[in-house]
């Protein structure tokens, strides 16, 4: 796809530009994508952009199966474990390629519940042994 050649943008987040603290913001995003990677070991590469939301209660967001997340600095603000509840949601829409799953507390539309970090791993690892179930 062409498309690919574009820089990654996105309507709902206006990303910042890489300078030395958004080095930094986005090393916080990419720790925790290593803590998955520690238990999947073939993870694929994520591209990872940071910036601000348009709309004031988006907190971060993926585009499904296509390796690419954003994160937002309000999300990054927030406390450890929300932090990585927000990036792990993410991560299975971008990864895994599912969508919102009222059920689940990770990939509820909204973030309700905070897992803690085994929980929220947990959680995780549960789309990656779906094989095929994707929900599209
Ligand atoms: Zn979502």
């Known amino acids: 796809m062409k498309t690919k050649e574009k820089q990654m943008q996105t309507k709902e987040i206006k990303n910042f530009k890489m300078n ?3 080095y930094s913001l986005r090393r916080k995003v ?11 070991e073939d993870l694929p590469r994520v591209e990872v952009r940071i ?5 004031e209660n988006v907190l ?17 603000d927030m406390s450890e474990d929300a932090l990585r509840n927000i990036v792990y949601h993410e991560l299975v829409h971008a ?8 059920k ?3 990939m509820q539309p909204t973030l309700k519940t905070i897992l803690n970090k085994e ?11 779906y094989n095929g179930g994707k929900n599209d």
């Open 60 to 76: 971060g967001l993926a585009m499904r199966g296509k390796r690419q997340l954003w994160i937002t600095k309000k999300a990054i």
């Open 119 to 129: 929980d929220c791993l947990k959680n995780l690892l549960k789309y990656k042994n």
């Open 51 to 55: 910036g601000e939301a348009r709309c």
């Open 20 to 22: 030395d603290e958004v």
């Open 104 to 106: 689940c507390p990770l």
């Open 30 to 40: 990419i720790n925790m994508i290593y803590e998955v990677k520690n238990h999947i």
């Open 95 to 102: 990864i895994f390629g599912f969508r919102h799953d009222d």
